[in-house]
């Protein structure tokens, strides 16, 4: 692998593709760092129906390739690594990848997303895999016409209740609250979904089972009262946890995900954020990728006054 870049991407989910899409086409000297595969999160989408110009429903899958193809038609490289650490020195940065390599570049932008964040209730963790899952996508299929929980009230929560509920019949979703905060049009369509019955003001307090799901216990907030019922599949969607490992010393929010100006800049100059480990008020695969164009803009125009360069 090349070691000197001009902007190194940490992540490649439609933030770090749209930025190396824009870092490259810029005729900056660009490189992906993928620990897994391109397109991050998006990659779990069923469908995906409100991308601006798609008209027709895509598959997160089709839409991550595509974006993976054009970054690369422009220049950038993607290299199948992670990023251990990034460090400043002077005007130029470190960054420690997880293969044992050591690069250098002019600035970085960090797009490395955030993982599902756990219930933290008893028996989640042991029947992970097992019944407990954070992807209905991925494991959905498992339990055909079997009784399925989703816990949560977002739009992934509500997306994914209706996927499932193309699955089973028996498909109930948990919300803490008495209203969904998804958007309108996702939560009109779980609560108009025949196969989906809705639980407002409850909580999953625990997930029972001995090799895999068998039960749930849900707790009636409002009525304090506590009921048992059947479960094959316990699908968990209650927000997530951004990942900042590589960079810790960043500024963040009370929840931990990263501050940054209007350009994406960070409270370390030369670094910039964009997408699902940024502070933002709506994280969408549309929001994510109009990030990263700016953080690439940005952080061409950061090597170009660093380097002399700076267009007047």
């Known amino acids: 692998m090349n070691t000197d870049w001009d902007i190194v991407i940490i992540g490649s989910g439609p933030a770090g ?55 690369q038609k422009f220049g950038a490289v993607i290299e199948y690594t992670g990023a251990a650490s990034v460090k400043k020195e002077n005007d130029r940065f470190l960054i420690e990848t997880t293969s044992n390599q050591t690069l250098t570049a002019k600035a970085v932008i960090l797009a490395t997303g955030a993982a599902h964040r756990p219930l933290g209730v008893p028996g989640e963790e042991k029947l992970s895999g097992r019944g407990v899952s954070y992807c209905a996508t991925c494991d959905g299929p498992f339990f055909k016409g079997k009784k399925i929980f989703v816990v949560g009230g977002g739009d992934t929560a509500c997306t994914d209740a209706a996927y499932l509920a193309h699955l089973s019949d028996d498909v109930t979703i948990v919300h803490r609250k008495d209203r969904f905060r998804a958007q309108k049009a996702v939560a009109d369509k779980v609560l108009n979904h025949p196969n989906i019955r809705v639980l407002f003001n409850t909580e999953v307090t625990e997930i029972k089972g001995s090799d895999k799901v068998e039960s749930v216990l849900l707790f009636n907030n409002k009525d304090r009262t506590t009921t048992e019922e059947p479960a094959d599949a316990v699908f968990i969607f209650v927000g997530t946890v951004p990942h900042t490992e590589p960079v810790p010393g960043l500024e963040k929010d009370e929840a931990g995900y990263i501050l940054t100006d209007s350009s994406m800049q960070t409270s370390l100059p030369g670094l910039f954020c964009a997408g699902d480990v940024r502070s933002t008020p709506f994280r969408q695969v549309v929001v994510a990728c109009g990030e990263g164009a700016v953080a690439a803009h940005a952080a061409e125009e950061y090597i170009g006054k660093l380097t002399g360069n700076e267009y007047r």
């Open 17 to 71: 593709l749209t930025a190396a899409q824009y870092a490259a086409r810029a005729d900056m000297k660009t490189v992906v760092l993928e620990q897994l595969s391109p397109g991050g999160q998006a990659l779990l989408i069923d469908e995906l129906e409100n991308y601006p110009g798609f008209p027709e429903k895509t598959d997160g899958f089709t839409f991550s390739e595509a974006m993976t193809r054009q970054a």
